[in-house]
Nanobody, 132 residues
Framework: QVQLVESGGGSVQAGESLRLSCAAS???????????MGWFRQAPGKEREGVAV???????SYADSVKGRFTISRDNAKRTLDLQMNSLKPEDTAMYYC???????????????????????WGQGTQVTVSS
């Protein structure tokens, strides 16, 4: 069963913005606020890399490559996770995935690895393409 669904991807020119959204299913109806939630991306021929995470204590972390340009946010009442992407660059082109950690577990110090031991549920992805 699909429990995380991403949307908002598309094709834009460098310097423009996009806002991605991830919707969690009723599986998380009573516990969404206790999960570490993150955004990851993967370009063709490259490894999947962490983009940003939102911990359930309100803290956030970002990859150096997107810090200052991207903002991750969550709405626990709506069970959604958003990624506001500003000043997009061609190197941001990738498939973007939403992922959820384990119940009651804080985001790992190595969250950027996107380990399946830390993030156990993944969405199907949404494509982001940035042209010069």
């Amino acid at each position: 069963q699909v429990q995380l669904v991403e949307s908002g991807g598309g094709s834009v020119q460098a310097g423009e913005s996009l806002r991605l959204s991830c919707a969690a299913s009723a599986y998380y109806a009573y516990t969404y606020s206790t999960y570490c939630m993150g955004w990851f991306r993967q370009a063709p021929g490259k490894e999947r890399e962490g983009v940003a995470v939102s911990d359930y204590d309100g803290s956030t972390s970002y990859a150096d490559s997107v810090k200052g340009r991207f903002t991750i946010s969550r709405d626990n009442a709506k069970r959604t996770l958003d990624l506001q992407m500003n000043s997009l660059k061609p190197e941001d082109t990738a498939m973007y995935y939403c992922a959820a950690g384990r119940l009651g577990a804080h985001c790992s110090g190595s969250w950027h690895r996107g380990s399946r031991a830390d993030f156990i549920n993944w969405g199907q992805g949404t494509q982001v393409t940035v042209s010069s």
